[in-house]
T-cell receptor, first 114, second 110 residues
Framework: ETGVTQTPRHLVMGMTNKKSLKCEQH?????MYWYKQSAKKPLELMFV???????ENNSVPSRFSPECPNSSHLFLHLHTLQPEDSALYLC?????????????FGQGTRLTVV | GQQLNQSPQSMFIQEGEDVSMNCTSS?????WLWYKQEPGEGPVLLIA?????ELTSNGRLTAQFGITRKDSFLNISASIPSDVGIYFC??????????FGKGTRLSVIA
């Protein structure tokens, strides 16, 4: 148990579907992140939220839409994805502004776009 | 953007052997982190380093923050089959988010 929970663990969706990934952290952290992990590529940062404000959008296509309603929950809304978007999507959280930037990850959602 | 060069990309070792992997950067970092990821799971934090020269152990794992602040290494002593996985280094420079290396895939032969 890492304190960061992601649902669903696996998702298969068609290119015209709309789905959402959910992340919840129980660590009292104030920053949350979405990462994309594709085969043979380094972890790619997608979005960062600090105190519910989006502070980083790493040139992510608009078919990915994040939402952070509070400091414990983070969503990634998916719409009209492409097959190349198939990957492991990881959520992480950390406690910013304390000098300690350790990020704790969820187990990920394995997304397959067909 | 900032990049971390992690090596080796993969390793095949015999059970009981020691393992060493490292991460280098052209930029100065003020934090180095080492993670392990097993199949179908998210990365798990192993060791965090915050000071140049810092040497920290976690069981059979030892990591060091390089004096130049541009590198870090991770050693695993007396490897066992459950050490199998992908090991990632990650660094923080200034106020930027974590930057990750591409990982070292470790295989342990019993």
């Amino acid at each position: 148990e890492t304190g960061v929970t992601q649902t669903p663990r696996h998702l298969v969706m068609g290119m015209t579907n709309k789905k959402s990934l959910k992340c919840e952290q129980h660590l009292g952290h104030n920053a949350m992140y979405w990462y994309k992990q594709s085969a043979k590529k380094p972890l790619e940062l997608m979005f960062v939220y600090n105190f519910k404000e989006q502070t980083e959008n790493n040139s992510v296509p608009s078919r990915f839409s994040p939402e952070c309603p509070n400091s414990s929950h983070l969503f990634l809304h998916l719409h009209t994805l492409q097959p190349e978007d198939s990957a492991l999507y990881l959520c992480a959280s950390s406690q910013e502004r304390t000098g300690r930037t350790e990020a704790f990850f969820g187990q990920g959602t394995r997304l397959t776009v067909v | 953007g900032q990049q971390l060069n992690q090596s080796p990309q993969s390793m095949f070792i015999q059970e009981g052997e020691d393992v060493s992997m490292n991460c280098t950067s052209s930029s100065i970092f003020n934090t180095w982190l080492w993670y392990k990821q097993e199949p179908g799971e998210g990365p798990v934090l192993l060791i965090a380093l915050y000071k140049a020269g810092e040497l920290t152990s976690n069981g059979r794992l030892t990591a060091q923050f390089g004096i130049t602040r541009k590198d870090s290494f991770l050693n695993i002593s007396a490897s066992i089959p459950s050490d199998v996985g992908i090991y990632f280094c990650a660094g923080v420079s200034g106020n930027t988010p974590l930057v990750f290396g591409k990982g070292t895939r470790l295989s342990v032969i019993a």
